[in-house]
């Protein structure tokens, strides 16, 4: 195997426009920036995404506390605009585990966040940097959970919020989510990416203060997913886990955790071999980040039609991927593409272990069953598949995916009569069969 590139790139000296410690740098030339004077996305030389940098990487040593704010040595700043969030379970499902074939599996539900997804994690800093920055008018493109969190955190911080989504293409429980929590929901004749576009354009025109996670500051909260895995891992088995799984959409969490990793590295508190494997999963109709990875692409290539149902990933053009590709390539990892049948299969045997997820966040264990099937994931490896946003974010996929209800008289006796018709099982290759229907 190549020796894997786990260093953080870009020199490690502290600039003189630091502040305490903190700065940003130019993943492409490596030029480095104040962290909070002035609103940049990206590097004003070459474009290329920009990673925020610290004096000191984190060692567990220094983390205390629960959530996110138990990872701050590792953080901007001290605190944040908090509901709190974080502290997500890693839960057991030993029957999943035994039938896919791992030693160990375990699902981190990111779906228990206050707003129901991982985004949580990237607002309470993001959100807390625009206070920093003082801007008034906070905005995002989304396919609809970045717009829940953006919604609540916004609200948190008496500050207006702007989201732009997807006309039709957004699952009802975001939409609601940003309804009420205040903000304005403009709806775009367009996909994701072509919401992403025109509100990178208010922002360069100062009309907003940007959070998709094109926003650095955004990935430094979830990177707290990765560090959180890690300790709760190593709790249990007494080792980290082999390979991490999790869908991909823009890919910013597939960055945030390869930071997480390599900040550990840098700091010794992680060894190189240590480093789980990242592993992407995308849609088959949305999966730019596979194509770039299966075919040794330098950059993904932009896909104008997408779909899938698991809309929060339907993607195509993952701004992240000049940060996500070598985070896939240098911790050994893989990408991978499901249909959208095997998200539902996933959903539903999650489900049957009392876990419940929106389809974009089953794509993690789509993915996993198809590379075990492949081989291309070992019987002995220790996985932790992240499951991204709650059930109840897409209600209508999970009614789909479910059981229908039965209508029944109203009358004891004939209730009774009807539960002695015969449970019939329409699915069948899934854990314990699909009981979809019943025969009167
Ligand atoms: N899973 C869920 C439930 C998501 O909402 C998203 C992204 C992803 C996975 C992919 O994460 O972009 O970091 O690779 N949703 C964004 C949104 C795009 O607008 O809510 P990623």
Redesign the pocket.
């Known amino acids: 195997m190549a020796t894997l590139d786990l260093q953080l790139g870009g020199s490690q000296t502290v600039p003189e426009d630091a502040d305490d410690g903190v700065w940003l740098t130019c993943i492409e030339c490596g030029e480095t920036f104040a962290p909070f004077d002035d609103v940049r996305y990206t590097c004003d030389d070459c474009d290329g995404l920009l990673e925020v940098r610290y004096a000191d990487s984190p060692t567990f040593d220094d983390f205390e506390g629960r959530g996110v704010w138990r990872y701050n040595a590792a953080l901007p700043f001290e605190e944040g605009v908090t509901l709190p969030e974080g502290d997500t379970p890693l839960h057991r499902v030993p029957d999943l585990e035994e039938d896919i074939g791992v030693r160990n599996l375990r699902i981190k539900h990111e779906g228990m966040n206050p707003t129901g997804?991982f985004?949580d994690r990237g607002m309470t800093v993001g959100v807390r940097v625009a206070q920093a920055v003082g801007v008034d008018r906070l905005a995002?493109?989304?396919?609809?959970?970045?717009?829940a969190a953006l919604s609540a955190y916004g609200a948190r911080a008496n500050l207006e919020t702007l989201v732009l989504l997807p006309s039709g293409k957004v699952a009802a429980g975001k939409v609601a989510q940003a309804s009420l929590h205040g903000a304005r929901i403009l709806e775009v004749d367009g996909n994701?990416d072509a919401c992403l576009d025109i509100v990178q354009d208010l922002a360069s025109r100062g009309e907003a203060y940007l959070l998709n996670?094109l926003n650095p500051f955004r990935l430094e909260g979830q990177k707290t997913i990765g560090f959180e895995i890690l300790e709760r891992f190593y709790e249990d088995e007494g080792r980290f886990p082999d390979r991490i799984v999790l869908?991909?959409?823009?890919?910013?969490?597939?960055a945030a955790l390869y930071k997480a990793f390599r900040e550990l590295v840098q700091s010794g508190a992680l060894a190189p071999g240590d480093v789980p494997k990242l592993t992407g999963v995308q849609a088959e109709g949305a999966a730019p980040m596979v194509e770039a990875i299966e075919n040794d692409l330098e950059d993904t290539k932009r896909w104008d039609d997408v779909e899938t149902r698991a809309t929060?990933?339907r993607?195509g053009n993952?701004v992240?991927a000049p940060k996500a590709l070598p985070g896939i390539r240098n911790t050994g990892g893989t990408a991978v593409a499901v249909s959208d049948e095997r998200i539902t299969e996933a959903q539903r045997d999650l489900a049957e272990q009392g876990i419940g997820v929106?389809p974009?966040?089953a794509a993690s264990v789509a993915g996993l069953r198809k590379l075990r099937l492949s081989g291309e994931i070992d019987p002995g490896e220790d996985v932790v598949c992240l499951t991204?946003?709650h059930l109840l974010k897409d209600p209508e996929a999970a009614a789909e995916a479910g059981a229908d209800p039965e209508p029944v008289p109203n009358d004891t006796d004939k209730v009774l009569k009807h539960l002695q018709g015969k449970r019939v099982s329409l699915g069948g290759d899934g854990l314990l069969g699909k009981v979809l229907g019943y025969v009167r």
């Open positions: 997804s985004k995002c493109a989304s396919t609809g959970n970045t717009s994701f996670s869908p991909v959409g823009n890919a910013g969490n597939t929060a990933i993607i993952p992240n929106e974009a966040s991204t946003g």
